[in-house]
């Protein structure tokens, strides 16, 4: 699954890979397809990856029983009140968003309304003053707009003003007209270059309000004045400028960015100044103006708010009602005490899990002394309820380990000294095999258990002669170990003595009786050992042997086999027994094969024996074979014959190859 998994994982990314390239640069190919392979790739593998992650971090925090329970109360008490706070913390903050746009509409609205006073009173003043017809009707009807234009400008910043007298558009008069009508009077003085728009059909009746006129915001209020048969429109004009939104600010504390269209695809500027501190709501306010063309609603334009929360609150709570002043410190207070309680609760709730989950630590500690070694670690038991119940079987438990761990050192002792005795037994093999004259020499021991009581050696005789031993102990074990130990130093021994000594030549057959009455002597009467021993002469390619109990070893010349039986019986149960030995020619390439009764007794999982015409047959076949090849063969034979059960006992095989 693992494996499956990654490769899915690794083809998706080679896709959206290669997808994503060739969408850059040939979006119209259809290979681009990879991409949505590759996604969909991932989108399949993602559940996988999640859910591995999750494993991941469940195994390695919540592997502590009180982390769970702290977790289970979590689930069971925090998460759904997060949940409840978030919702409220949302709806809060939605509503006095809300509120908060509403605050910039009013004071939007407040714009509107000074203009439309400033022009009323420019209308009222004028007909006080002046009348309709009055000669002086035009000075005085410029010294209300001068007034009322240096109150605004204190208040709103620069306000323009301007008398407009519609009139058809092919009249042609002594005044400037342009589109239907002309400028009488304006403050500040507009230039004679500057077009005149007319007033629109729907703002005739008279307009004050935000509206959007080439591709700009203004404040516009339209107040009309009558003098006798003739109607003037008084206009006053604010842009909405960066001038007006930092007077709104220093008024109110609402900040807000410079309106931009809707849908014009421009950011927002949010880079508002540090002069507003304290608890502030940001939010999203929509402004529509009025098309001064149609006179309809459209062109809407956002801008971002940041309107102090105490500001908010003042303007709708504390303006309307008596209570609202102290609504705010109530919620305030409440807030608190919920935030303390639900705190109180949580370490309430970890100090019960803590008192559950004590004992259970101190087992963990416990386990963890057991582990290092200190079996003498005991838990303390402070209550009687189940978790204590356990802790005392531990204690119970951890005495009899200490039992069973007397016996594990007393078994490692043993072991001990078996595997000295294995690594001493290992030192009696030859550590390397010596070279006659061409001679391929091959050896191998695999014993069934630790130490084996099976035998081989060789021993040098000079330039032109050698020894070869094989022998096999009755038993198995350190007892067989060590008269393997015994009769490897006895015929060293006896072989040196005789080839050395005085006695340097006898016979084969001498050799293995003096061996034999050694044994005897030295052993007990139900222990004994079968061997051959075998002395090759280079020069005339002979060898002459002598089998006491042995399998006969197997000689392989031109595809046919000789046993070599010659002999005695086994060495060791009786004291002057008598043996025989026998001399082979030998010819180049034939091959003498020398093994012990764990290779021919070899079972398979149905109890059959390899046997001896099994082994015969191999040698047979792969006579070819080099001594090391075919050594390697045997046991590989064995090894498949044998399909993985026990070796039930020792195995050795010794070969010695004719030059060829």
């Given at each position: 699954m693992k494996t499956r998994m990654a490769k899915l994982t690794a083809t998706a990314v080679v896709l959206y890979v290669l997808g994503t390239a060739i969408s850059y640069f040939s979006p119209n190919s259809i290979f681009t397809i990879l991409e949505g392979l590759g996604t969909l790739g991932l989108i399949i593998t993602l559940p996988y990856y999640l859910v591995k992650l999750v494993r991941s971090v469940k195994n390695r925090w919540l592997w502590k029983v009180r982390n769970k329970i702290i977790v289970s109360y979590a689930f069971v008490g925090i998460i759904p009140m997060v949940i409840l706070v978030l919702l409220l913390w949302l709806t809060m903050r939605l509503v006095v968003g809300q509120l908060a746009a509403l605050y910039l509409d009013s004071e939007l609205q407040n714009v509107s309304a000074r203009l439309r006073e400033a022009n009323q009173g420019i209308a009222l003043g004028y007909y006080q003053k002046?009348?309709?017809?009055?000669?002086?009707?035009?000075?005085?009807?410029?010294?209300?707009?001068?007034?009322?234009?240096?109150?605004?400008?204190?208040?709103?910043?620069?306000?323009?003003?301007?008398?407009?007298?519609?009139?058809?558009?092919?009249?042609?008069?002594?005044?400037?007209?342009?589109?239907?009508?002309?400028?009488?009077?304006?403050?500040?003085?507009?230039?004679?270059?500057?077009?005149?728009?007319?007033?629109?059909?729907?703002?005739l009746k008279g307009f004050s309000g935000l509206v959007y006129d080439d591709g700009k915001l203004y404040f516009r209020s339209i107040g009309p004045l009558r003098s006798r048969d003739t109607v003037y429109f008084s206009c006053l004009q604010l842009p909405f400028s960066q001038d007006l939104i930092n007077r709104i600010r220093q008024?109110?504390?609402?900040?807000?960015?410079?309106?931009?269209?809707?849908?014009?695809?421009?950011?927002?500027?949010?880079?508002?100044?540090?002069?507003?501190?304290?608890?502030?709501?940001?939010y999203i306010g929509l402004i529509v103006p009025i098309n001064w063309t149609t006179g309809q609603v459209s062109n809407q334009h956002a801008t971002a708010l940041r309107v102090p929360l105490r500001t908010v609150y003042d303007h709708y709570f504390t303006e309307t009602q008596t209570l609202g002043a102290y609504l705010f410190p109530v919620f305030t207070f409440l807030g608190s005490l919920f935030v303390l309680v639900e705190l109180i609760s949580f370490l309430i709730a970890v100090a019960i899990a803590r008192s559950i989950t004590r004992t259970i630590h101190t087992m963990d500690e416990a386990t963890t002394a057991i582990q290092q070694g200190n079996f003498a670690y005991r838990i303390?038991?402070?209550?009687?309820?189940?978790?204590?119940?356990?802790?005392?079987?531990?204690?119970?438990?951890?005495?009899?380990?200490?039992?069973?761990?007397?016996?594990?050192?007393?078994?490692?002792?043993?072991?001990?000294?078996?595997?000295?005795a294995r690594e001493v037994q290992s030192k009696l093999f030859p550590q390397k095999l010596p070279s006659f004259k061409n001679f391929q020499l091959a050896a191998a021991c695999?014993?069934?258990?630790?130490?084996?009581?099976?035998?081989?050696?060789?021993?040098?005789?000079?330039?032109?002669?050698?020894?070869?031993?094989?022998?096999?102990?009755?038993?198995?074990?350190?007892?067989?170990?060590?008269?393997?130990?015994?009769?490897?130093?006895?015929?060293?021994?006896?072989?040196?003595?005789?080839?050395?000594?005085?006695?340097?030549?006898?016979?084969?057959?001498?050799?293995?009786?003096?061996?034999?009455?050694?044994?005897?002597?030295?052993?007990?009467?139900?222990?004994?050992?079968?061997?051959v021993l075998s002395r090759f002469d280079t020069e005339k390619l002979t060898v002459t042997y002598c089998n006491a109990g042995h399998n006969p070893p197997l000689v392989i010349s031109d595809h046919t086999i000789r046993h070599l039986s010659?002999?005695?019986?086994?060495?060791?149960?009786?004291?002057?027994?008598?043996?025989?030995?026998?001399?082979?020619?030998?010819?180049?390439?034939?091959?003498?094969?020398?093994?012990?009764?764990?290779?021919?007794?070899?079972?398979?999982?149905?109890?059959?024996?390899?046997?001896?015409?099994?082994?015969?047959?191999?040698?047979?076949?792969?006579?070819?074979?080099?001594?090391?090849?075919?050594?390697?063969?045997?046991?590989?034979q064995l090894s498949c014959w044998v399909a993985g059960g026990d070796q039930r006992d020792d195995m050795t095989v010794v070969i010695v190859k004719m030059p060829g």
């Open positions: 002046a009348g309709p017809g009055t000669a002086e009707a035009g000075r005085i009807l410029e010294d209300q707009a001068r007034s009322a234009l240096g109150q605004l400008a204190g208040q709103l910043g620069t306000v323009s003003w301007k008398v407009l007298q519609p009139v058809p558009a092919q009249t042609s008069t002594g005044d400037r007209t342009q589109g239907g009508g002309r400028i009488l009077t304006a403050i500040p003085e507009v230039p004679a270059s500057e077009p005149v728009k007319p007033i629109p059909d729907w703002a008024d109110t504390a609402l900040e807000l960015s410079v309106p931009v269209p809707l849908h014009s695809g421009q950011d927002l500027d949010v880079s508002f100044s540090d002069f507003v501190t304290g608890g502030q709501i940001n303390k038991t402070r209550s009687r309820d189940q978790l204590e119940a356990m802790a005392a079987s531990f204690n119970k438990m951890s005495e009899s380990i200490v039992g069973l761990m007397l016996q594990v050192s007393e078994k490692q002792r043993l072991d001990k000294e078996i595997e000295i695999l014993p069934a258990r630790q130490v084996s009581g099976d035998y081989y050696d060789f021993i040098p005789l000079g330039a032109n002669a050698f020894d070869v031993v094989i022998g096999d102990i009755s038993g198995k074990g350190i007892s067989a170990a060590l008269l393997m130990a015994s009769l490897q130093s006895s015929i060293r021994t006896i072989i040196s003595y005789q080839t050395l000594g005085a006695n340097r030549d006898a016979s084969v057959a001498k050799s293995v009786s003096d061996v034999n009455r050694q044994l005897y002597h030295q052993t007990s009467p139900d222990k004994f050992a079968t061997l010659k002999g005695g019986m086994v060495a060791g149960l009786f004291e002057d027994p008598e043996y025989d030995e026998e001399t082979l020619q030998l010819e180049r390439d034939d091959m003498v094969v020398y093994y012990t009764d764990g290779i021919v007794e070899a079972e398979n999982p149905s109890g059959e024996q390899y046997g001896e015409d099994r082994l015969a047959e191999l040698l047979i076949a792969n006579a070819f074979l080099t001594a090391d090849d075919l050594q390697a063969l045997i046991l590989d």
